[in-house]
């Protein structure tokens, strides 16, 4: 075959007819700001020679140019050939035309549309390198400028179409075994090919009649070779680019990087009109559609006509472990919702390729948005045990089954080879003879080149391989419907056996998501319950959504996991100071309002409202700092209130007032007073109980009402007895609240992977350094411990509340370390084979063994807000406010507090962090013991509000907007509708049980509908008298819709 290699380069020598320099260009360099933001090193361009241009990283070059094509050439002959490093976008006459990079150098031009002056304007970016990777150096960033090589040339297609025929033959047939006949037929096609052309006069290839004429006969002579009956199979070639939002690059430059990709795919399309191409992630086309909006109007011409398809319906490609079950109802709610406004369409395929595994119950969530098939390659990627199926039914915890597909990889190219090779990892192609090859480059965008689709259509120069056709995604998952095959089953999450560091890396990062959703969730309920104004409410949502769009951008696989470069979570923290701004305005404004509804009735002082958006009665403590309370006492409707002074925060602060405010009603709110008293004054100054304590160190045993505590000299609690129980929690010879530490260097990926044997490598020992009771009430207790450990101090408050039986451990840490992991441990004396973590919407049992070795490699998992372990009778649940990280092996509970990875971001996780998790004992098991309550009214926290004194609204002094009898159903959202005309409530059932609940509303007569995810209504529901009946089978999610007969009347009971 070396003799055909001979072949093919002699016809690339040829295939450009006649050739023109273009060395040099007006040149302008800029900073890149913000999409539409440049910063310019001077006024006007200047011309110079390209070809001595050197890499300056982060620089932008405009390039322009308006060469004269030659008379002689024909319309359809010229093209530029561009070759710099860098990403470009080449406008022609001004309007966005294609992408330029290592892989995209060839351009056809339009000559006979764009004239024979056409203007030639290239931006072209210089990017900055990758960060330094001492794990695993990659090549995804393009590389720098290295001096700018570009021409015109006039293309010789024959000679460029018969160059592709002979690369496609001669690879095809390298494919098949010696002494196969196919192989030596179509050897013997492309030596007489050679032999009508090679070494004679090179003016024989400008015969276009000889040169088509050799063509043909090549390839009639290879189709011959695959009759229909030894045609393996079909493979849906479905073009695309994967296109990380951020990762190595920030967001601002996927803006760029979007116009590139695409701008390539319309020329493609513009020139090969068979081709088809797949794209995901709505927030992609807004890009397009805020930044280029020329180019945004062709794509919408082309997903018109079918050949560009929507996939994915998703407004980012998002991680599936962290996000909640709410917000990956909002990536589907707003992705699809886009496309719908925007082209009219939705996707039926949910398209994540690289996320970092799937959970549990994210095939009900598809299905209830419309999606009936789901595809991804990161499974591929275990590293411990391979993914027995390829295409199978994903069933979640609800029972929910969705077609899904394991593609075994993206980003391919269109060779004989890479087909051949997609095809034999196809393991059940006894039983399914389609499959879908995934082509263009990716990660940083770019997508299909030219060679790729010419590849494609020379399927038939392939024999022994499966049939490649253009195709989208849909072609594919159709043609699998219509076959019908009895699909295996895998029940369950979908657990990626790598990159179990993203549940922990950069923390700060996932708490600001945790936060921004609880905030979120309480400015809808109450704009939504207690906001009759609909024009408002309105105005609220929109506000909102605005809010929202930025919180489900920054949960983009790349960005939450923790996996980006430090720009990325420089920008994330101010977009989610931006997130936090409008939750926070909008929740203030809205219970603002409501308070001024409220009646004082006869009661005296200052009152204070506090509202619950959870669905059941509340007990809290209320903490009013020393600017509030200013001496006074609290009382409600019943007379004086429990309360404590705490400590100042800071040390030139003052003190603070925890109240015990009980009874706070579901959906609702309750009043309380602050008044002149000397009572407040004399507990001060006489130091009965519930005065700040005088700084004592923390003593050896520490006794509640519910439990007795012992600790050691280093802090950690070697007893944890459980009075009401009658029994001791720390298993014999443990140490809870151990703040374990190890080293962790992962092979390979260092923020996303942890060391498979990090537990052999432990780091050293947390030093106390002091202790402190703070504080001994009778509302709490709070003891204090710092710790030193290395180069890092931790600050605990433990709060031990008398009014209930969760410690809570409130951790501040000033973290300075490298390639560490912390940990927390509480060996339980529990036995128990299982242990059940929070997922979003619902939870999920996983192994607390090590038997096989997919135990094994389930040495980390994700959890939400809570993990349980509970036998016969008794269990423990290890609760937190904004960690997922967790291992429940051999009856130790543990959850990952910090990691200190150094790519791509050196600073990862290092400075300040504050989180608390918690410890709850329980009697019976999780279900019983209302561990989902628990662990909500940890995250939820309810809110105080200072409402006027002596009003007289007509509120009472305690109100509920909404009745709910529920034991395990969760009312987790309402929201108002996004078409404005009613209220939307999201139900999920919680224990995996069956209930029926029923929901009073608070003003009738309403029409109430079942609707889906993405607000479809689906079916009627009956009401008498405002009440709605709803019955659940186990972990279902549910969502209503509940509009006024009279749309003039007011949904809220207080207008």
């Not at 219970?591 to 005296?604: C, F, I, N, R, Y």
């Not at 006492?633 to 109240?659: C, I, N, S, W």
């Not at 260097?745 to 202790?771: F, K, M, N, V």
């Amino acid at each position: 075959m070396s003799r055909i290699q001979r072949f093919i380069k002699f016809l690339a020598q040829y295939e450009w007819r006649e050739e023109i320099p273009l060395p040099e260009w007006e040149v302008q360099r800029a900073e890149y700001i913000q999409p539409g933001e440049y910063r310019y090193e001077t006024e006007s361009s200047s011309v110079e020679n390209v070809e001595r241009l050197r890499s300056t990283y982060g620089t932008t070059y405009f390039l322009r140019l308006q060469p004269e094509i030659p008379a002689a050439w024909g319309a359809d002959e010229t093209a530029l050939v561009f070759e710099a490093g860098g990403e470009g976008l080449l406008r022609l006459n001004g309007e966005a035309y294609h992408g330029l990079d290592r892989n995209h150098t060839y351009v056809p031009l339009p000559i006979a549309a764009a004239g024979r002056t056409p203007l030639l304007e290239i931006e072209l970016y210089d990017p900055i390198p990758e960060p330094w990777d001492p794990l695993n150096r990659q090549a995804v960033i393009n590389p720098p400028i290295s001096g700018i090589s570009s021409k015109l040339v006039r293309v010789n297609y024959p000679v460029q179409r018969l160059k592709h025929s002979v690369t496609v033959a001669a690879m095809a047939a390298r494919l098949l075994p010696e002494g196969d006949m196919r192989r030596i037929r179509t050897e013997q096609a492309l030596e007489q090919a050679m032999d009508a052309l090679y070494g004679s006069d090179p003016s024989r290839l400008e015969s276009e009649e000889l040169v088509s004429g050799v063509e043909q006969q090549l390839s009639e002579a290879v189709a011959s070779q695959m009759p229909a009956d030894a045609i393996p199979g079909t493979m849906h070639m479905v073009g695309q680019s994967h296109i990380d939002i951020a990762w190595l690059w920030p967001v601002r430059e996927t803006v760029r990087k979007v116009s590139r990709t695409f701008s390539t795919v319309c020329a493609l399309m513009d020139r090969y009109p068979d081709f088809k191409y797949s794209q995901s992630q709505p927030i992609l086309y807004a890009f397009v559609k805020d930044n280029n909006p020329e180019l945004y109007e062709r794509i919408k011409q082309r997903i018109a006509e079918g050949r560009w398809e929507l996939v994915g319906g998703m407004w980012v490609e998002p991680d599936l472990n962290i996000p909640s079950g709410e917000s990956l109802v909002r990536q589907m709610l707003y992705g699809q919702r886009f496309f719908e406004r925007e082209f009219g369409k939705r996707s039926a395929i949910e398209w994540l390729p690289d996320t970092f595994g799937y959970c549990a119950s994210l095939p009900q969530l598809l299905k209830l948005a419309g999606i009936d098939y789901f595809m991804t390659t990161k499974l591929g990627w275990n590293d411990t045990n391979k993914f027995p199926y390829d295409l199978f039914h994903w069933v979640g915890i609800d029972g929910t089954s969705i077609v899904a597909y394991q593609n075994h990889g993206v980003n391919e190219h269109t060779h004989p080879k890479d087909v051949h090779e997609h095809w034999a990892s196809f393991r059940q192609k006894d039983e399914i003879n389609e499959l879908m090859l995934l082509y263009g480059h990716g990660d940083g965008g770019g997508g299909v080149t030219h060679e790729m689709v010419e590849y494609v259509e020379r399927a038939h120069l392939m024999p022994g391989q499966p049939l490649s056709r253009f195709a989208t995604a849909a072609d594919f998952f159709g043609a699998i419907a219509k076959r019908n095959p009895d699909l295996p089953q895998w029940h369950g999450d979908l657990y990626l056996e790598l990159h179990r560091g993203t549940y922990t890396t950069h923390a700060r990062n996932k708490r600001n998501n945790r936060k921004a959703e609880a905030l979120y969730r309480e400015a809808e309920i109450w704009s939504a319950l207690a906001i009759g104004d609909e024009q408002q409410g309105m105005r609220t949502k929109q506000a909102l959504d605005k809010g929202w769009e930025l919180m489900l951008l920054n949960q983009f696989h790349d960005i939450i996991p923790g996996t980006s470069i430090p720009e990325v979570y420089f920008t994330s923290a101010k977009e989610y100071e931006r997130i936090f701004d409008i939750g926070q305005a909008e929740l203030d404004q809205t219970l603002s309002a409501v308070v001024t509804k409220m009646t004082g009735g006869q009661h005296e002082g200052e009152p204070y409202v506090v509202f619950n958006s959870l669905g059941w009665e509340r007990e809290e403590i209320v903490i009013l700092d020393a600017e509030q309370w200013r001496g006074r006492a609290p009382y409600d409707a019943a007379g004086p209130m429990q309360y404590d002074l705490l400590p100042p925060e800071t040390e030139d602060g003052a003190g603070r007032l925890a109240v015990r405010v009980t009874g706070i009603p579901a959906f609702g709110s309750k009043t309380f007073w602050l008044r002149e008293t000397e009572e407040v004054t004399e507990k001060a100054l006489t130091g009965a109980e519930g005065t700040i304590s005088a700084n004592a160190p923390v003593p050896e045993q520490w006794e509640t009402a519910h439990y007795l505590l012992k600790f050691n000299a280093w802090g950690e609690i070697t007893s944890w007895y459980d009075k009401a129980a009658g029994r001791e929690l720390i298993a014999p010879g443990g140490k809870g609240n151990e703040l374990q530490f190890f080293h962790d260097t992962p092979t390979y990926w260092d923020a996303w992977d942890i060391d498979p044997r990090y537990e052999s490598q432990p780091a050293g020992t947390a030093e106390l350094l002091e202790s402190e009771v703070m504080q001994r009430g009778s509302v709490m207790d709070v003891l204090r411990f710092r710790w030193k450990l290395n180069a890092s101090i931790i600050d605990q408050e433990i709060m031990l509340y008398h009014h209930r039986r969760r410690v809570d451990f409130r951790t501040k840490v000033d973290w300075h370390e490298s390639h560490k992991l912390l940990k927390v441990a509480f060996p339980v004396d529990i036995v128990a084979s299982k242990a059940t973590y929070e997922i979003p919407f619902g939870a999920l049992e996983r192994p607390t063994h090590r038997n096989t070795s997919w135990d094994q490699a389930q040495f980390e998992v994700c959890g939400h807000r809570w993990a349980d372990l509970s036998e016969g009778g008794y269990g423990v649940s290890l609760l937190n406010d904004c960690k997922y990280g967790y291992d429940i092996k051999d009856g130790v509970m543990r959850l990952s507090l910090l990691r200190a990875p150094k790519w791509p971001d050196q600073g990862a996780d290092q400075g300040k962090h504050e989180f608390a998790y918690s410890l709850l004992p329980h009697e019976k098991d999780w279900r019983e013991a209302h561990v989902v309550r628990e662990a909500a009214e940890l995250n939820q926290a309810v809110v105080a509000v200072q409402a006027p004194s002596g009003q007289s609204g007509r509120l009472p002094a305690e109100h509920s907007w909404l009745h709910l009898e529920s034991t395990h159903v969760i009312l987790d959202t309402i929201k108002r509708a996004e078409d404005g005309s009613g209220t939307i409530l999201r139900l999920y059932e919680s224990s995996g049980g069956r209930e029926t609940v029923t929901i009073k509303w608070p003003t009738h007569p309403i029409d109430v509908s079942v609707v889906n995810l993405l607000e479809d209504e689906m079916e009627d529901i009956a009401t008498v008298n405002g009440e709605i009946s709803l019955s659940f089978r186990p972990y279902e999610v549910k969502s209503i819709k509940i509009k006024p007969q009279d749309q003039h009347k007011e949904v809220s009971s207080i207008g």
